[in-house]
């Protein structure tokens, strides 16, 4: 028998009050409502499914998603510029001044794009920022502009307590927040086959299925029986880099262990600017890569024995 659908919403919504000994003696004598009883629950779990795979996406530091967090740029965004990719900066502001100049960079003959981590640890995070906004540069969200606005919510929140290394978030106006928070986590650039992350991206995972931590933190993966799985140590596993195959060409940076990496496919861009390396930066269609040298060694690099 048929019931309209509306008749069956009424009945649900009714029995989901009921006592459950209620609801056991009309099962008990009436199949038509048994029926309906076992459509309650299939609509029960039908909804809860849908609760789930609904519920907005985040890394391990919990934050609201931006408006697009896969940024694609098309010729209306490039308008037939050069595209120049600069690795991780923390902060070293006169090195990325020089890397401009380096690149002869002008506005209407370049277009740049930061891999993230423009702030932190370094000497000048809110002039660099600045900067890149000044510069209307895109860039993807590292782990420290994540790292950032968790902090700034915390001050912002009342707590005093602010690390050393975060004390400049509390100098950010609005906009600038606004401007962390809209980071997308990838930038895909289909004319150029290329695609911008902070951190990696897992193999044979579509971009909207990938674990948004492993955008900005990953560095390693290991195989474990047939399955890539991302590692939670640099030095345990391979680059994850080593194991892309494609068809995008990768450029990323937060792997400052590991320095200028150059794979097929994938081409790793944090050079230790800030421990006393070479800010990087590599024009897309040449694929020329210019360093310049840090002023100095702005932190100690920590040992990484494993
Ligand atoms: C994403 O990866 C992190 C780090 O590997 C892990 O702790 C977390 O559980 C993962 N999240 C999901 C939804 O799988």
């Known amino acids: 028998m048929l019931l309209p659908l ?3 919403r009424t009945t649900l ?6 006592k459950l000994d209620t609801l056991i003696t009309i099962i008990r004598t009436h199949h038509v409502t048994s029926m309906i009883v076992i459509l309650f629950y299939m609509y029960i779990i039908f909804t809860k499914r849908f609760e789930k795979s609904s519920e907005p996406r985040s890394s391990k530091y919990k934050l609201k998603l931006p408006k697009t967090p896969h940024l694609t740029l098309y010729e209306k965004d490039i308008k037939n510029r050069q595209i120049f990719i600069i690795g991780d ?5 006169e090195e990325l001044e020089d890397l401009l100049v380096l690149a ?10 930061f891999v993230g981590d423009l702030v932190n640890k370094g000497p000048h995070s809110v002039q660099t920022l600045r900067k890149v906004r000044e510069l209307n540069a895109y860039a993807v969200r590292g782990n420290h502009e994540e790292i950032a606005l968790v902090q700034y919510m915390t001050w912002w929140n009342g707590e005093v307590v602010t690390p050393r290394k975060c004390s400049w978030t509390t100098e950010l106006n609005e ?4 401007f962390l928070q809209e980071l997308p986590y990838t930038i895909e650039i289909p004319s150029k086959n290329a695609l911008i992350v902070h951190g990696g991206i897992v193999p044979g995972v579509s971009l909207e299925n990938q674990n948004l ?4 933190s990953m560095r390693s993966l290991q195989t474990i029986g047939e399955k ?5 140590r640099t030095f345990i596993g391979k680059p994850w880099a080593s194991f892309w195959s494609g068809p995008r060409h990768v450029y990323f940076g937060h792997d400052a262990a590991r320095s200028l990496q150059q794979y097929p496919y994938a081409t790793g861009l944090d ?10 930066g590599i024009f897309l269609d040449s694929n020329k890569i210019l360093q310049i040298r840090a002023k100095l060694v702005h932190q100690k690099p920590k040992i990484k024995t494993e």
Not at 89 to 93: M, N, S
Not at 213 to 216: L, Q, S
Not at 271 to 280: D, M, N
């Open 6 to 8: 509306c008749k069956v």
């Open 13 to 18: 919504l009714e029995l989901s009050y009921m």
């Open 89 to 93: 900066v923390h902060g070293c502001l």
């Open 104 to 113: 002869n960079y002008e506005s209407d003959k370049i277009l740049l794009i």
């Open 175 to 178: 906009d600038e927040v606004d």
């Open 213 to 216: 931590t492993h955008f900005i």
């Open 228 to 232: 890539l799985i991302a590692s939670p």
């Open 271 to 280: 050079t230790r600017c800030l421990y006393g390396g070479f800010i990087s």
